[in-house]
């Protein structure tokens, strides 16, 4: 079974730039969710989809969102990049069901702002 | 709100030692308890979980932890540590029914040979 795929795995931006990473949850997988980890912060929770709904939003900006399609497959943009945006993010996926919530993460994407 | 405290930010065992991995939660319900290990530049591999039921939980790669509710503790043991052990260790609290996780700050582990 495959497991949690994010793409790209590195990224460099300028300050000012939009970017946006994918991730693919593991087959059967309904619920993904993004976190961001800095050395500063460690990892933080941006949002939580379910099919195709936010459910659980952290405390980022505004230019931080997402969306999840119908696959479960979801997206993150950050647009007017800032250089406190050079983290790791990383992606999990876990099934819907009440009682487990055992997440799955992939291996992120290291998105560098200069 | 919920949070986790890993009060040891570096730890260095010899191998073959003993480990032990504090955690500590605060939670208002019955809490979701995981723990993850990072290895430079890649994703969290998640060792164990708790949900409910027995407190000292089995986990993957010999890891043990015991669920302590009266002092809101989750730590990590490990009876005889490997090189390949070294990596940063993450105690995380999770909400049921959701895929909220609160992390604490991590612990990083040095093996010395």
């Known amino acids: 079974k495959a497991g949690v795929t994010q793409t790209p795995r590195y990224l460099i931006k300028t300050r000012g730039q939009q970017v946006t990473l994918s991730c693919s949850p593991i087959?059967?997988?309904?619920?993904v969710s993004w976190y961001q980890q800095t050395p500063g912060q460690g990892l933080q929770f941006l949002f939580e989809y379910f099919s195709e709904t936010q459910r659980n939003k952290g405390n980022f900006p505004g230019r931080f969102s997402g969306r999840q399609f119908s696959n479960s497959r979801s997206e993150m943009n950050v647009s007017t990049l800032e250089l406190g945006d050079s983290a790791l993010y990383l992606c999990?996926?876990?099934?819907?069901?009440?009682?487990?919530?055992?997440?799955?993460f992939g291996q992120g994407t290291r998105l560098t702002v200069v | 709100a919920q949070s986790v405290t890993q009060p040891d930010i570096h730890i260095t065992v010899s191998e073959g030692a003993s480990l032990e991995l504090r955690c500590n939660y605060s939670y208002g319900a019955t809490p979701y308890l995981f723990w993850y290990v990072q290895s430079p530049g890649q994703g969290l591999q998640l060792l164990l979980k708790?949900?409910?039921?027995?407190?000292l939980v089995q986990g993957i790669k010999g890891f043990e932890a015991e669920f302590k509710r009266s002092q809101s503790s989750f730590n990590l043991r490990k009876p005889s540590v490997h090189w390949s052990d070294a990596a940063e260790y993450f105690c995380?609290?999770?909400?049921?029914?959701?895929?909220?996780?609160?992390f604490g700050t991590g612990t990083q582990l040095k093996v010395e040979l």
């Open positions: 087959s059967g997988h309904r619920s």
């Open positions: 999990a996926s876990s099934l819907f069901r009440v009682g487990d919530t055992e997440a799955f």
């Open positions: 995380a609290v999770g909400t049921g029914g959701g895929n909220k996780l609160t």
């Open positions: 708790y949900f409910s039921g027995d407190t």
